[in-house]
């Protein structure tokens, strides 16, 4: 099991942490909304729960609950910047389908 940053997406994180000037890390994990069923979520991390899952990639410190793991196993999070968007991109193995607005998906 593993949860993986591209470069650019680990130095997006790595920067943002600094301008905080706190945190351990980024909270990934999924909630059930959408037209798909599921989405991503993301959110800094300032205390550890005592069941996260945590992983490391190129230095961030990631933080997975175990109910969101087994959806979002073996994804890599990339940041890409498309025009005047910006944000982070999730290549997930697991994805069946995805909603025309891209905002949620299917296993």
């Avoid at 599921?38 to 729960?49: C, G, H, N, P, S």
């Avoid at 992983?55 to 410190?61: A, D």
């Avoid at 990339?78 to 991109?89: I, P, S, T």
Wanted: aromatic share 10%; with cysteine; glycine share 12%.
């Amino acid at each position: 099991m593993a949860i993986t940053l591209t470069e650019k997406a680990a130095a997006h994180i790595a920067r943002y942490m600094a301008r905080r000037g706190k945190g351990l890390g980024l909270r990934f994990g999924v909630r059930t909304t959408g037209c798909s069923g599921l989405a991503y979520k993301l959110e800094y991390v300032d205390e550890a729960q005592d069941d996260d899952c945590i992983f490391e990639s190129r230095g961030i410190k990631l933080f997975v609950d175990p109910k969101s793991l087994p959806y979002i196993d073996g994804t890599e999070l990339d940041f890409a910047r498309e025009g005047l968007n910006e944000g982070f991109k999730f290549n997930n193995p697991n994805v069946k389908d995805e909603c025309g607005c891209g905002e949620s998906f299917r296993i």
